[in-house]
């Protein structure tokens, strides 16, 4: 200690940063359950002497006391930049296995109601036909299974089409957020390099750009870079989606196709890379078998009417008409013009129906072909969510470790908040002890002898 | 350095563990509810396309057994009616021997003897147009009612009747009338007739006829052994179709349905399982250093 007053300003820094250290403790735990809060830890160094100060009053040198060097924003870059790719795949695995459940869910296999029973029902009426042709009330029936058969695959296409409908609009909004998120985010790198510039502190704008960047990898699997200056870039597909202050807007084109700016892209991650591979290849396929359930269904009772005949002794008409499984309709409605009899002229021949009752376990018939639809729907969903399930384990160990550096703990606070008080007090002690010896020098030296 | 574990860290593993752990319990009780191990194509993607086959097979079996039972119907009628045709065709003979017998006589025993062989033949003509729901048995594939018209001319056609009572076993259960009475215009009833007008004119010259009856009863014996042998095979199909739908019932219940049993141990597992879960979360989390200072 050099100066006589030395001691007093030495112990106002250490209250003063026992103070502050006090103000970082109150701002962590205010903000323990922020979301996309790092928490902040306030930097102490040494004084080791006063430096600009007359040599007279530092000599010998010495401690110079204490001071803030910074408040530190106590994340780790590599496991922030691992959290949100493994953000951007969970979010992927998450839309894609919901998508499959959704399809999954119009196909409500094996039970009493599903299609391929009622596909079921469709051919056992045939036989009770072939068994009695002459009756009219087994064909009313078989026409009433073929109605249910063809209503059940008019739903389901018309379902299948609005879940594509729902999905379109979830890729839109998922653009539109994303779009939102980079304008956001040119305007924090703008103030962080500002900030950054002055040597203010940014740490609630880091939070905040943190924080755009997981939404931005979670939607549209936007890649990261931080700059020095703490500023981030982001690229979709290996295009520049935000560069700086510069932002280059994403579009949904018809396909969908997504572009950043004028160029097309393929994602790699986010909700969207699931909802276009849900529009482009998963969506249409599971229609296009369906389309092709419906078609050889219709192929094979026409064909096998076209060469029956009917009660009244002329060739059979057609039964369904229509293509796809939305257009398939029952074009005939009198009983009598189902073609039961293989031989021309009015007989109760009953030889066609009998055919045709068959065609249920055909190899390449609609029943073969939607029981491997159904299974292709199945095994698609299963596998998904079990990638599901195994990406979002990793996803949270990661957040884990993630927030096992920057999040808060309240315990850690506490006992921090514990020694900023002692060493408050201490600081205070040193303050009343220098003030006591001051006070014997100024007050109680030179009075000997008086009276 | 071990992990630092933070109040957020720590709730987001209890929230991951309480999900995957409440996600089991769900799809346990979604299992138990439904008494099905399927209850959506991805619980068991193979296991839903042999359910699919199995069950098209039941409903199929179902299908053969309804068709068997028709058949067996249609056949008894026809069997009933055979043995009928036997019965009166024997009489007709017999009376054709007392005929013989009487020589040429052709007085009011003759006449007596003629009337009975025309009532034979009506009461023939009659059981040849046995009707088994609606349709006559031995008519083929005819749409009117009868087989044979008053006069004994076929009206029938030359159609064949099958069932399919199980895979690959289409049986043809019917006989038209010619394959059993004879050749129209030279069947039984119209030799009964000859019968009849010679008995009145002329009994003496009876002798042919005794041997084409023998010839008519022996082609209806034959008919009578065909459907026999049908009955048997459609017979043996419904037995078939009833140890066939036992085992394809067995099949589908293994990979269908639940073991109650079994379940109820997983279900209530899972159950405490999670309970201990909630517990332990919300003591856990209750607790701070702030609960110790003072």
Do not use: C
């Amino acid at each position: 200690m050099g100066s006589t007053f030395g001691g007093i300003s030495n112990a106002s820094t250490a209250m003063g940063v026992a103070r502050y250290g006090l103000d970082v403790i109150q701002q962590n735990i205010s903000n323990a359950t922020t979301p996309g809060y790092t928490r902040q830890s306030a930097q102490q160094a040494t004084v080791d002497s006063a430096t600009g100060v007359p040599s007279i009053f530092t000599k010998p040198a010495g401690m110079g006391g204490v001071m803030i060097s910074g408040t530190a924003r106590m994340m780790d870059p590599v496991m922030t930049a691992r959290a949100r790719t493994e953000q951007a795949r969970s979010a992927q695995a998450d839309t894609t296995a919901g998508g499959l459940s959704n399809i999954e869910n119009l196909f409500p296999e094996p039970s009493n109601t599903g299609l391929s029973e009622q596909l079921n029902d469709f051919w056992n009426a045939w036989g009770t036909v072939s068994s009695n042709p002459g009756a009219v009330a087994p064909r009313a029936v078989l026409l009433n299974k073929a109605a249910t058969v063809a209503s059940t695959l008019n739903a389901v296409s018309t379902s299948l089409s609005g879940l594509a409908a729902s999905t379109t609009q979830s890729l839109t909004n998922d653009v539109t957020s994303a779009n939102t998120a980079a304008t956001q985010l040119a305007t924090i790198n703008g103030q962080i390099a500002i900030a950054s510039a002055t040597g203010a502190s940014a740490n609630a704008l880091l939070d905040q750009r943190d924080a755009l960047l997981t939404s931005l990898s979670t939607l549209v699997g936007g890649v990261a870079t931080i700059n020095v200056n703490g500023t981030a870039d982001v690229l979709v597909g290996g295009q520049s989606l935000v560069a700086g202050v510069t932002t280059t807007p994403m579009s949904v084109g018809a396909g969908p196709v997504l572009s950043v700016g004028a160029t097309a892209v393929a994602l790699t991650g986010g909700s969207a890379a699931a909802e276009v591979t849900s529009l482009t290849t998963t969506i249409p396929n599971v229609q296009a078998q369906l389309d092709a359930v419906a078609n050889r269904l219709s192929a094979t009772v026409n064909s096998g009417q076209a060469a029956a005949f009917d009660l009244y002794g002329n060739p059979g008409a057609v039964m369904f008409s229509g293509t796809g499984a939305a257009g398939l309709t029952v074009a005939i409605t009198d009983p009598k013009t189902i073609a039961a009899a293989a031989t021309p002229g009015t007989t109760l021949d009953g030889t066609a129906a009998l055919t045709m009752s068959g065609s249920g376990r055909q190899a390449g018939g609609p029943d073969s072909l939607y029981t491997t639809l159904v299974a292709g729907v199945g095994s698609a969903s299963a596998l998904a969510q079990q990638q599901q399930t195994t990406q979002d384990a990793v996803t949270s160990n990661v957040l884990q470790l993630q927030n096992s550096v920057s999040g808060v703990n309240t315990d850690e606070e506490v006992s921090n908040m514990l020694t900023y008080q002692h060493a408050y007090s201490a600081a205070s002690r040193v303050l009343t002890t220098l003030d006591s010896m001051l006070d014997t020098l100024i007050n109680h030296t030179g009075l000997v002898g008086q009276a | 350095m071990s992990m630092r574990v933070t109040d957020t860290s720590a709730s987001l593993r209890s929230l991951a563990n309480l999900q995957s752990t409440g996600s089991r319990l769900a799809d346990l009780q979604a299992q138990m509810s439904s008494g099905n191990q399927i209850t959506k194509p991805s619980d068991n993607p193979s296991g839903t396309v042999r359910a699919l086959e199995l069950r098209g097979d039941l409903k199929r079996n179902t299908q053969y057994n309804a068709a068997a039972t028709d058949a067996i119907g249609w056949l008894s009628a026809a069997d009933a009616a055979y043995s009928q045709v036997v019965n009166l065709t024997q009489n007709a003979r017999t009376l054709v021997v007392k005929g013989l017998n009487n020589g040429a006589s052709t007085g009011t025993s003759a006449g007596a003897l003629a009337d009975q062989i025309d009532a034979i033949r009506t009461s023939l003509i009659s059981i040849a147009n046995t009707a088994y729901n609606g349709r006559p048995v031995f008519g083929g594939t005819t749409t009117g009612a009868i087989a044979y018209d008053p006069a004994g001319n076929y009206v029938g056609d030359n159609g064949t009747v099958s069932r399919t009572v199980g895979d690959q076993n289409t049986v043809q259960i019917n006989q038209n009338g010619p394959s059993i009475f004879g050749p129209p215009g030279n069947d039984l009833f119209a030799r009964l007739a000859t019968i009849s007008t010679t008995l009145r004119t002329n009994p003496s010259a009876l002798g042919p006829q005794l041997s084409a009856l023998d010839t008519a009863l022996s082609s209806i014996s034959d008919a009578q052994a065909v459907e026999g042998a049908t009955y048997q095979r459609v017979q043996i199909a419904q037995s078939t179709q009833q140890s066939t739908s036992t085992a394809l019932q067995t099949q589908l219940s293994g990979i269908q349905d639940i073991d109650l049993a079994d379940m109820a141990i997983k279900v209530s597992t899972a159950n405490v399982t999670y309970q201990a879960a909630l517990q332990t979360t919300a003591s856990i989390r209750q607790m701070s250093l702030l609960n110790f200072l003072r």
